[in-house]
């Protein structure tokens, strides 16, 4: 059993404790975050995209309470001064957003944890993507990119294998994130992740390519992309273009995708629909891809589009836990 921190009680936070919650071989021990206990306990109970959670949940001192479980709730800055020797924590999920770097992860190592798994991509660390590059998740610090790079790498590592793949771009049509406002302000990040949130498209940068060369470093160079944030709170889909090295179909592209889907390697991250799925259909799914197959197109024979579905949030989360299981 292994025994799993994390840093950061956000929305990859919350949902990493409810999955870890059904995975038997996992059991969080610690959670530490700069807001109150009672909030915690709030927002863990009530969610707006995921509902009421289904088990019983309180606190007791500093204690947060799900049935019959008491998990250790504490609210320290500093991860060297985190309890997670006391606690003997293999894993922890770093989900604040900030320790981000190689020299701040490694404090929670200094901490008492033997690992740390960013949930987010890193300059500094290896990108680990389960299913594509699930071997290099050997180390004690390590990165498991975007959600939206969890869902594209799989679909770029399968057709660029089994076809070959020349060069690529993405488009991801995502919903809106907390690095954008409510109401229009002025942004730090970029001015267009400024406007409002709910009622505006705002095409936006995005890194998922360029991590996807890190788990794929074949792709250097060769792979690039953008994002449109859209006003809904959760469902994405990824739009990927690339050029193959031989003659395809769209026959065969769907094909190929049906078949790594039913693989040991891809079947809980990849699977394929020919039903005519919208975002709220996608909610809670726990694949990181979900290859719509009807929106698959190939122009003269080498221009070949894939559309791919994923819950920003809980797919990805699952994808971490799945990399954390194999530690």
């Not at 709030?42 to 479980?69: C, M, N, Q, T």
Request: glycine letters at 6%.
């Amino acid at each position: 059993m292994k025994k799993i921190a994390i840093n950061g009680f956000g929305r990859i936070g919350r949902s990493s404790l409810k999955v870890i919650l059904e995975t038997p071989d996992l059991e969080v021990v610690g959670i530490n975050d700069l807001m109150s206990i009672e909030n915690a306990v709030y927002l863990l109970k009530y969610d707006s995209i995921y509902g009421k959670f289904d088990k019983k949940v309180s606190f007791d001192g500093e204690y947060i309470v799900i049935d019959e479980k008491r998990i250790r709730f504490t609210s320290i800055k500093d991860p060297l001064d985190l309890p997670w020797k006391e606690l003997v924590v293999d894993v922890v999920i770093e989900s604040t957003g900030f320790f981000t770097n190689k020299i701040d992860a490694e404090k929670h190592l200094t901490a008492g944890s033997k690992f740390v798994v960013i949930s987010g991509p890193t300059k500094d660390t290896p990108t680990v993507v389960h299913g594509v590059n699930t071997e290099d998740g050997k180390v004690s610090v390590f990165s498991c990119a975007s959600c939206t790079t969890n869902n594209i790498s799989p679909i770029i590592e399968i057709l660029g294998r089994r076809i070959g793949i020349k060069k690529a771009i993405l488009n991801t049509t995502h919903a809106y994130t907390a690095s954008q406002t409510l109401v229009d302000a002025p942004s730090k990040k970029e001015p267009r992740m400024g406007r409002t949130a709910g009622n505006n498209l705002a095409p936006a940068a995005t890194g998922a390519a360029i991590a996807t060369t890190k788990a794929l470093p074949q792709y250097l160079g060769k792979f690039d992309g953008v994002a449109v944030r859209v006003p809904v709170a959760v469902g994405s889909i990824s739009d990927i273009t690339f050029v193959t090295e031989r003659p395809t179909s769209v026959e065969e592209i769907n094909a190929i995708l049906i078949e790594e889907a039913q693989t040991p390697r891809y079947n809980k991250v990849v699977a394929v629909t020919d039903e005519p799925l919208v975002s709220t259909d996608i909610i809670k799914s726990p694949f990181a891809s979900t290859v719509d197959l009807e929106m698959t197109r190939v122009v003269d024979g080498d221009l070949v589009k894939v559309m791919a579905w994923y819950d920003n949030e809980w797919g990805f989360t699952n994808q971490m836990i799945r990399q954390i299981q194999e530690l």
